[in-house]
C-alpha cells in the first residue's frame, strides 16, 4: 500500500507572538543602525499625512537618528511625498514613488468614481494631459490646478476636477514641503518630472507581497489589502504560496510567511515606544489586534483624528501629545489603562530621549493624566 504523508494543521500564532513578529520587523523592538533611505525602502513607506510624522516614525525606529537625514534625502530627491498607498500621502523611496503608484492607480481609478457626479461632461484623458502641462511647467497649488482646468470646465465640480488630475497623475508634494523646521504650501509636479525619469509599467504584485511580508508580516491576504487599499490579491499569495510558510491565528485565519523572517519568542521584552498619527505599524493590517487590544480599539482616534499612540510591551497602551511651553517641551499621556511605576519611569525615560532630539527645548517633562476605567 503507498504512503501517504498525512496533511497536518499550519501553526497556530498568538497575538502575542503576531505582536513581536511585528516590532521585530517594524524596527520597534530595538533601534537599528540602518540609514533612513534603508528604512524607508523596507518600511515600503510612511504615511505623511502631515510633514511631523514620518520624522517620529524614525526616531521610533533607528539608532542615531537625525531629522535632517530624511530632510537632506527629500532636498536630493531620493525621498518624495506623493498619494499611493490607502489614497494616502506617503514619504517613499524614489524608486517605490515609479512603481508603486502604478500598482495602486486601480485603487485611484476607483477613488475617482465618487466624484464623477461633479465631472459630467469632462473628457478625463484631455483633462490629465493639461494638468500634467500645468504642473510641469512649474509645480502648482491644488488652488491652481482647480481654476486652471475650471477654466476647460466651468460646469463641473472645481474640488472633483482637482481630485481627478491627482488620481490620473503621480503628483509629488515638492520642497520645502514636508522639511523638519521649514514650512511650505503644497505646490506638485509630477513624480517623472521632479526625479528625472519615467514611471514603470504597472508591475505584477508578487514582488510587493514579500515586502509587505518582510515588513507587517506574518500577515493574511486581507491584511495586505487592507495596507495597500487594493483587492484581489489572493492570486498573488497562491503563486507564492510555495516560496511561503503558512500560519493560522487565533480565530483560525490563514497567515503568510517568509521563511527565513524573523518571529521573536512571544515573551522577548518589547521597550515603550511613541508612535506618531497614522503610523503605518497600526494601519497595516485588517485585524490589528497584535498591537492594538480589543478593548482599545478605536480608543487612538476618533473619525480622522488620530492622536499618537503609546507601546507599552508592544501593545497599545496610551495616546499622547507634545506641547512646547517657551524653552521646556512636554509629553502628555493619557494611559488607557493602569500603569506600573516601573512602566512610567520607561516610559518617562523614552520620552526624554525624543524630546531631546525631535525639540530643540533645553528642559522636558513628562505629565501622566489620570487613568480613567471606562468600564
Known sequence: MPYIAAKTNPPVLSSRALNRATLERQLLLHRDPMGVREAVGHLLGL??????????????????????????????????????????????????????????????????????????GVDLDRLAVISRELVEESPRTMKELRETLLGHWPDADPQALAVAARCRLPLVQVTPRGLWGRSGQVALTTAEHWLGRPSEPVPAPDATVLRYLAAFGPASVRDMQAWAGLTRLREAFERLRPRLLTFRDENGVELFDLPDAPRPDPDTPAPPRFLPEFDNVLLGHADRTRLIPPAYKGRNGKGNQTYGSLLVDGFLAAVWRLENAGDTAVVRVQPLGRLSGAEREEITGEAVRMLSVMTEATAYGVRFAPFIDFG
Open 47 to 120: 504615511q505623511a499625512q502631515n510633514p511631523r510624522p514620518p520624522y517620529h516614525q524614525l526616531h521610533a525606529r533607528l539608532e542615531g537618528f537625525r531629522p535632517a537625514a530624511l530632510s537632506e534625502l527629500m532636498e536630493s530627491r531620493e525621498l518624495v511625498r506623493i498619494v499611493t498607498l490607502r489614497s494616502t500621502i506617503h514619504t517613499h523611496t524614489a524608486d517605490d514613488a515609479l512603481t508603486l503608484r502604478p500598482l495602486v492607480q486601480a485603487a485611484r481609478e476607483r477613488e475617482l468614481n465618487i466624484f464623477r457626479a461633479g465631472l459630467v
